[in-house]
């Protein structure tokens, strides 16, 4: 089945001026990043490219179409002499007070792809810059990838749609615990943890919000005993639940942080090598941080890097104990953006073995 990049025009492929009309070639700038990533596209992905644009009143005397077409045309050219050529233009020419059906979000421009058995519109994207291509995306059962929205870019785009999402969930119930973590690599930092231990939800989320993760967690543990089950089986499934997400690893940097936070220093340094290992370097005067017992962050980091398959190896030196163990997490966080960042141009194991 055939998969479609219903891709619009202005302030995605080019930047949109003010009154909203390219009418003229000084007002002509494409999107940064649109050449390469959108040639790499097409080079190497098996999708047709639709461009579909609104354009207020063409032909009106508000916007005559002599002043729409030689600039129309160049862009065109333009992304053709890159390697971009769209397989059909599809070009809406009324007012939003028209209400017309054709107009995006309305699909009424793309009936030939609704409903017909060679398109695989489950599996086809809107790339757009407008709440109205997200809602012609819902309209024709598509994917949306919207530039500015939590980050995304072209380089994003193409590195989402050659190499895809980078998601995991999983769920382990045993008589101690019942834990699900849902984690997406590539996400903006958004976290939802719920583990029954305050101050262990804020070290996970420090995960989240540092290593621009997704993360979502939910601990139900036996905490009537005490609190070594919730957490070192919240590691375990975490450290899963990371290596679902990263697949082959193909692309990725594989390494990588240290940081300062007030009194103290945290190193955090790792390997996605696929050989667990944890070197601990870390001692803490008081018992509890919270109500977290302080000997429990070496079993969870233990944990993680046992089951994500990580060589771990953590420092750090200071005299506040909760600076301390944050800068531990804010680290490990940082040194997993860093290590999972992928490159689509080399996508290749960084390994000279051929197996991680």
């Known amino acids: ?156 785009i193409a590195e989402l749609l050659f190499a895809g999402e980078r998601v995991a969930e999983m769920v382990r119930t045993t008589k101690e615990t019942d834990i699900t973590v849902r984690l997406n690599l590539d996400g903006t930092g958004k976290c939802d943890i719920k583990t029954g231990l305050g101050f262990f939800d804020h070290m996970l989320e420090q995960i989240g919000r540092h290593g621009m993760m997704d993360l979502y967690v939910r601990c139900n543990g036996d905490l009537d005993v005490d609190e070594h089950h919730t957490i070192e089986d919240t590691g375990i499934v975490l450290g899963e639940c990371i290596a679902r997400a990263l697949g082959d690893k193909r692309g990725i940097e594989r390494y990588g942080y240290s940081l300062p936070m007030d009194d103290c220093l945290a190193q955090v340094c790792l390997d996605f090598g696929g050989r667990p290992w944890l070197v601990w370097d870390a001692e803490f005067k008081r018992e509890k941080v919270g109500e977290m017992p302080t000997e429990m962050f070496h079993h969870f980091f233990k944990s993680v890097s046992d089951a994500a398959r990580i060589n771990l190896n953590i420092k750090a030196e200071g005299t506040n104990e909760h600076h301390k163990i944050e800068g531990i997490f804010k680290a490990f966080a940082r040194s997993i953006r860093m290590a999972v960042k992928r490159d689509i141009y080399h996508y290749q194991l960084p390994s000279t073995k051929g197996a991680l």
């Open 1 to 156: 089945m055939k998969k479609v990049l219903f891709i619009d025009r202005d302030g995605t492929l080019i930047k949109e001026p003010e009154d909203e009309q390219i009418d003229a070639f000084e007002k002509l700038v494409f999107v940064e990043g649109v050449f390469r990533n959108l040639a790499f596209i097409r080079k190497n992905l098996d999708f047709e490219f639709v461009m579909v644009s609104n354009q207020d009143g063409l032909g009106t005397e508000s916007f005559p179409e002599d002043t729409f077409w030689p600039v129309h045309n160049f862009i065109l050219q333009t992304l053709k002499g890159e390697g971009i050529e769209f397989d059909n233009i599809l070009i809406d020419r009324h007012f939003p007070a028209d209400n017309h059906p054709c107009r995006k979000p309305g699909t009424g421009m793309l009936t030939e792809y609704i409903d017909n058995p060679e398109y695989d519109l489950a599996g086809s994207y809107v790339i757009g810059d407008r709440e109205t291509d997200a809602q012609l995306a819902e309209n024709l059962g598509c994917k949306a990838l919207i530039l500015g929205k939590e980050g995304m870019d072209w380089e994003k």
